[in-house]
Each structure stands twice: as C-alpha cells, then as structure tokens.
C-alpha cells in the first residue's frame, strides 16, 4: 500500500456500488470531504463504477486488477452492492468478498449506539443505553468457500459447506476484541466502566470448531486480566440482545454469527439507516474499507429515500481510521445535534425528509459547529 505520508491528503477508492448506494454515498463523502477540510485535510477520491452495470457491460463485477488499483489508496469507501433482479447475489457479493479476503480485512468492526432521537423498538432503553461493538471474524470461518456440490440434480444430491477455523485467525479476532475493549473502557474515562469481551460460541451443539473457539477465546482472555469474561451461546446471546442490550460492550464472533447477530443489533439501534461497519486489516499493509451494512435496497433507488445516517456514519469510522481524529469527531456531533433535535427525519425515522435533505441538515451543522469540544 503506497501510505501517503502526507498530513494534508487521504487517497480513497470510492465505490457506490448498486442500488441506492450513489445517493447515500454522495451524502457521506460529501460530509467527510467537508469534516476533513476542517482538520486541514485534503480527500483525493477516486470514484469507480464497479457493481452490477460493470457486470452486465463486461462479465465482471470489477476488472481483474480491481485489488491493484485499490491497494494504493488510503482507505475504501462501500456504498452498497447487489441487484438480485440482474445478477445473482451470490455473483455480485463476491466483489465485497474478495476485497475482504484479498486485503486480509480480518476484523469486522460493527459499533452499535443508540443516538438520543432515534427510536429503538425496545420499549425501555434510553439514548445511548446500547453502546456496545460487535467484532466480527471477516475473512475465514463459514465464510470460506469450501466445499462442493456431489451427484448434482439426483436425488442422492450432496452440498457440502466447511467452516474453517485457524489458530491465527481465531486468535488475532479474540486479540483485537480485548485491545478494543481497553481502549474504549479508557476512553470511557470513569472509574465504573469495566470492558468486557462476550465471546459468541455454540460449543454445545459444534464440537470441533466451537469447542476450539472456546479454548482459543480463554488462552487469550488470560493476557487481559483488566477485562471481564464472558461467554454466550448464540441462540441466548440473541436473546440477551433483546431483553439486555446495555449490558454488552465487546462482542467477538465468528463470520456467520456476526452477520447475524449484527442485523439484530442494527433493529435495535434503530434500524438499517443507522447501522455501519469497517472492514479492518489492523496491520495498516492493505486498505480497510468503510461500508454501511445495509444493501443496496433497489426498490427505494432514486427516490432519494433512504436513511444516509449509516453511511455517514461509515465515513466517520474511515476517518477515524486514517487518524483524522478531529474530523471524525466533528461528524458525530454534528449527527448527534440533527438526530437529537429531532425536525429534519428521514422516512425510516417516521418523517418525511430526503436522503438529501438530512445529509445536507448535517454538512450545515458540520460546517457551523466548532471543531472542538
Ligand atoms: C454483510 C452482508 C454480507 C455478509 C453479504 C452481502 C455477503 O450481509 O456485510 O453483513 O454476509 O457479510
Ligand atoms: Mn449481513
């Protein structure tokens, strides 16, 4: 990855994908370009048209040397991929696959939080009373790619999927999850917060590859004493995010349980318009990529409907990630203030305000409000 040693600019590969993702996309990085500037940053984005269109014009998602061209960005930016009517979504979710695996984006990292003016469908949980991180395995486990299809069309027909479970892999997710864990409880800077790593398993039911999760979580739980234990099967992990969602702060789980688990912590956040993540390659040699984790939603596209706050939200992890710390800060308070103040919300939120209009609510407030504080 060619780093640009450069304080004054970023390089990011920007790829609005499918659907609706032009029209949140533009919004974000609209918002973080301006939040950047504000630090005295300059964002050199390099917009691509890979996705589904570039499938159907040249049989591929992206050409064969999308990983080269991405590699000497900073940093890339996901709107949305897939357009199930047109190309199988299986086809077209390899583009976010292959990039995952192709950059050894290994963690990742899903923060859920509740702003004050959002409407959780939990009756009881106050603003900022769901504050925890989900840090999902992202490139081996169910995810793979191994196994077969056997006797194909016979009624002895065999599918085959192997989940794939290394010591390496296991271990730096657990690692990371515990580091995470002491960086928040710092941030946190109170004496009552105490991190807690909740280990997502089902080694009652998987007696190979969770049973060994299980023991790979413990060995590293032992370096971090200063952080709680604690371990949950997934099915009453699921249940615990419902009825005690403030009781979480680190989730480590693996691929499929992760993008399970973090559907449901993005309903309880508020819904898919609030819910965004980072595809993280820790070691800084590849780029991590910053992506909503809502799809491209094709039957809103162009009507300018959707809930841009996830997306946003994504940019200001991929700030936060390229150390424009300040900038990153800027655009959460800005959200915060336009969520709180509750006039300008989006169809989702129950009103009747564009993608546009509350992308715009919030570059107004970035731009008016103080960069510090
Ligand atoms: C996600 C998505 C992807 C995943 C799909 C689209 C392949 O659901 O990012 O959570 O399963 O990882
Ligand atoms: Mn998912």
Same mark, same amino acid.
């Given at each position: 990855?060619?780093?640009?040693?450069?304080?004054?600019?970023?390089?990011?590969?920007?790829?609005?994908?499918?659907?609706?993702?032009?029209?949140?996309?533009?919004?974000?990085?609209?918002?973080?370009?301006?939040?950047?500037?504000?630090?005295?940053?300059?964002?050199?984005?390099?917009?691509?048209?890979?996705?589904?269109?570039?499938?159907?014009?040249?049989?591929?998602?992206?050409?064969?040397?999308?990983?080269?061209?991405?590699?000497?960005?900073?940093?890339?930016?996901?709107?949305?991929?897939?357009?199930?009517?047109?190309?199988?979504?299986?086809?077209?979710?390899?583009?976010?696959?292959?990039?995952?695996?192709?950059?050894?984006?290994?963690?990742?990292?899903?923060?859920?939080?509740?702003?004050?003016?959002?409407?959780?469908?939990?009756?009881?949980?106050?603003?900022?009373?769901?504050?925890?991180?989900?840090?999902?395995?992202?490139?081996?486990?169910?995810?793979?790619?191994?196994?077969?299809?056997?006797?194909?069309?016979?009624?002895?027909?065999?599918?085959?999927?192997?989940?794939?479970?290394?010591?390496?892999?296991?271990?730096?997710?657990? !690692?990371?999850?515990?580091?995470?864990?002491?960086? +928040? /409880?710092? &941030?946190?800077?109170?004496? $009552?917060?105490?991190?807690?790593? *909740?280990?997502?398993?089902?080694?009652?039911?998987?007696?190979?590859?969770?049973?060994?999760?299980?023991?790979?979580?413990?060995?590293?739980?032992?370096?971090?004493?200063?952080?709680?234990?604690?371990?949950?099967?997934?099915?009453?992990?699921?249940?615990?995010?419902?009825?005690?969602?403030?009781?979480?702060?680190?989730?480590?789980?693996?691929?499929?349980?992760?993008?399970?688990?973090?559907?449901?912590?993005?309903?309880?956040?508020?819904?898919?318009?609030?819910?965004?993540?980072?595809?993280?390659?820790?070691?800084?040699?590849?780029?991590?990529?910053?992506?909503?984790?809502?799809?491209?939603?094709?039957?809103?596209?162009?009507?300018?409907?959707?809930?841009?706050?996830?997306?946003?939200?994504?940019?200001?992890?991929?700030?936060?990630?390229? !150390?424009?710390?300040?900038?990153?800060?800027?655009? +959460? /308070?800005? &959200?915060?203030?336009?969520? $709180?103040?509750?006039?300008?919300? *989006?169809?989702?939120?129950?009103?009747?305000?564009?993608?546009?209009?509350?992308?715009?609510?919030?570059?107004?407030?970035?731009?008016?409000?103080?960069?510090?504080?």
């Amino acid at each position: 990855m060619a780093t640009n040693t450069s304080e004054s600019s970023r390089t990011i590969a920007v790829i609005p994908g499918d659907g609706v993702g032009m029209e949140v996309t533009r919004e974000a990085m609209g918002i973080a370009s301006a939040a950047a500037s504000r630090e005295g940053c300059r964002l050199e984005m390099n917009w691509l048209d890979w996705g589904c269109d570039h499938f159907l014009r040249t049989g591929a998602m992206m050409p064969p040397d999308a990983l080269d061209t991405l590699s000497s960005h900073d940093a890339i930016y996901l709107g949305c991929i897939g357009d199930a009517a047109r190309v199988p979504d299986h086809v077209s979710l390899q583009l976010l696959l292959s990039i995952r695996k192709g950059f050894d984006q290994y963690i990742n990292l899903r923060p859920v939080y509740l702003y004050d003016g959002v409407t959780s469908p939990l009756r009881d949980v106050k603003p900022g009373g769901i504050d925890l991180v989900v840090v999902r395995e992202n490139v081996e486990g169910e995810y793979a790619r191994i196994g077969g299809r056997f006797k194909p069309g016979t009624p002895e027909e065999i599918a085959l999927q192997t989940a794939v479970f290394t010591r390496k892999g296991t271990e730096r997710t657990m !690692r990371y999850a515990f580091e995470l864990s002491r960086r +928040r /409880r710092k &941030l946190a800077g109170r004496g $009552s917060f105490v991190g807690m790593v *909740t280990s997502c398993t089902k080694s009652n039911a998987l007696n190979y590859s969770m049973v060994f999760w299980d023991e790979v979580y413990r060995q590293v739980a032992a370096d971090y004493n200063d952080i709680r234990q604690d371990s949950a099967m997934v099915d009453a992990l699921s249940m615990w995010l419902v009825k005690n969602p403030g009781s979480f702060d680190v989730i480590v789980a693996s691929n499929l349980f992760g993008d399970i688990i973090t559907d449901l912590a993005a309903m309880l956040q508020g819904g898919m318009g609030f819910a965004a993540g980072g595809n993280i390659n820790p070691e800084r040699v590849h780029p991590s990529m910053f992506e909503p984790i809502h799809g491209s939603a094709p039957r809103y596209t162009g009507q300018g409907v959707v809930n841009p706050v996830a997306a946003i939200e994504a940019a200001r992890m991929m700030l936060e990630h390229l !150390r424009l710390e300040t900038a990153a800060r800027c655009i +959460r /308070r800005a &959200l915060q203030d336009v969520l $709180s103040e509750g006039v300008v919300r *989006t169809r989702d939120m129950g009103g009747s305000a564009s993608t546009g209009d509350m992308g715009r609510a919030i570059l107004e407030r970035l731009q008016g409000g103080r960069a510090e504080g």
